[in-house]
């Protein structure tokens, strides 16, 4: 005796049937928790949309990169903003490590200066 087992993607949004290649389930993560959410491609977009400026203001800090290539480990030194806001926060008085991560409110102050 044979069995199939048919699988039907249903918009967890509206609750809409999802037609082969007409949407997708998403993963994304919030506040340490993961998820996933199948969306037609409507939702899709409109998923993308919403979060687009919260991506761009956003650091990735892991998961796949876009790029092609590969890397076999981290470099070492950080880029010439990173030095140049080293210094500037020097000059300014502020106290900044040599080496590490650059503090969040020491970024931003350099780039609204």
């Known amino acids: 005796m044979a069995k199939k087992t048919l699988v039907q993607l249903v918009d967890d949004f509206s609750g809409e049937s999802i037609a082969d290649g007409e949407g997708r389930t998403i993963r994304f993560a919030f506040d340490g928790a993961e998820y996933e959410i199948d969306l037609t491609n409507e939702h899709v977009e409109e998923f ?16 796949r990169r ?14 010439s903003e990173t ?3 080293r210094e500037w926060a020097e000059s300014q008085g502020m106290k900044v490590a040599t080496r590490g991560r650059i503090p969040a409110d020491i970024v931003e102050q350099y780039k609204n200066r």
């Not at 876009?66 to 880029?79: I, L």
Request: charged fraction near 25%; charge should be positive; proline fraction near 0%.
């Open 48 to 63: 993308s949309d919403v979060l687009e400026r919260f991506v761009r203001a956003s650091r990735r800090v892991s998961g």
């Open 66 to 79: 876009k790029t092609g290539g590969t890397t076999t480990g981290r470099t070492s030194g950080g880029n």
């Open 83 to 85: 030095a140049a806001i």
